[in-house]
């Protein structure tokens, strides 16, 4: 009985960390999209990304950051594809 408890736990263990290791993955392709786009400005810019259910939301600290994002999103798009991230919409905040 007491196996089985650990091997669940054990399993949520390792699924929270394939869920961490695709979050790490995700921040830093769009990290390295941002340094594309900014160059040395990017030190200062805060920024937060989650993926949930194909919607891939950046949240960033400058509405100004967000427009040129968008405005330079073909950078955006060609990291994410080829890092092989999956999304289904991309929402810029």
Known sequence: MFRRIGATVAKRQQALTKQQQTHNELNNAIGEAMRC???PVFDRI???ATLKNGT?????NEKIVAQELIFHSAELYRVLRERNI???????R
């Open 37 to 39: 786009v900014f160059g």
């Open 46 to 48: 805060l920024f937060s």
């Open 56 to 60: 891939l939301i950046i949240q960033t």
């Open 86 to 92: 999956k999304y289904r919409q991309v929402i810029i």
